[in-house]
């Protein structure tokens, strides 16, 4: 099935837009940063589109998925928010919280419902 009708079918197509924080702290990757699914599939090979990722330590704004999943407004691709066990994507407000610092933005200042586009 097509990812937008399983997130409809699911009650997801009303999400509210939020910001997330790629957060590498715990993890401690030696990758740039997550890299997009077209899926909800943590075993299918990520898309190796570099401007379509989200790098450590910056902003990307999108809507919960499903479980343990981000749908990316921009592009409406999927970032998982947990990897090895390890939340990897952490709401921005909660990561301010944390680090008592604001994250480098590469969300636009915009919110809004995420809609099937």
Known sequence: AEPEKELASAGYEDAQ???FVADNSILRAV???LLPRDNMRMEEHPLHYKSFGVRWGHSVRGCRSGDGWIRMSETNLFLPTHVQGTQVL???DVWLARQGAAPHSD???QGGACADA
């Open 90 to 92: 952490v709401p921005k």
């Open 17 to 19: 837009e939020e910001e």
């Open 107 to 109: 969300a636009d200042a």
């Open 31 to 33: 990758t740039a940063g």
